[in-house]
């Protein structure tokens, strides 16, 4: 199995970035997928999470009226826009999927993992 994630980069204050999570090795569509990240000195943190049909998402409170989750299980692709970033939203992004259809804010539910993509938002 292997994540490769994308979309990264320096945004000011205020702008827009769309992130992606290319799945290959198993059956995408199957499967919960979720965003998490970690700030520098920080533990990794839950960002948002959806299940394998699109029927459920969940986000954190920082994330909420912001970001959306979304996948496209033809591409085997998940996908976390971000607006109105913030720059206390800097951090490594990183995907990763279940071995169960749910979506699930607690990363130990979590089987495989992306390398992550460095968001950086500047003041």
């Known amino acids: 199995v292997q994540l490769q994630a994308s979309g990264g980069g320096l945004v000011q204050a205020g702008g827009s970035l769309r992130l992606s999570c290319a799945a290959s090795?198993?059956?995408?569509?199957?499967?919960?997928m979720g965003w998490f990240r970690q700030a520098p000195g920080k533990e990794r943190e839950f960002v948002a999470a959806?299940?394998?049909?699109?029927?459920?998402?969940l986000y954190a409170d920082s994330a909420k009226g912001r970001f959306t989750i979304s996948r496209d299980n033809a591409k085997n692709t998940v996908y976390l826009q971000m607006n109105i970033l913030k720059p206390e939203d800097t951090a490594v992004y990183y995907c990763a999927s279940r071995t169960v259809s749910l979506a699930s804010r607690n990363y130990l539910g979590y089987a495989y993992w992306g390398q992550g993509t460095l968001v950086t938002v500047s003041s």
């Open positions: 090795g198993r059956t995408f569509s199957s499967y919960g």
């Open positions: 959806i299940s394998a049909t699109s029927s459920n998402t």
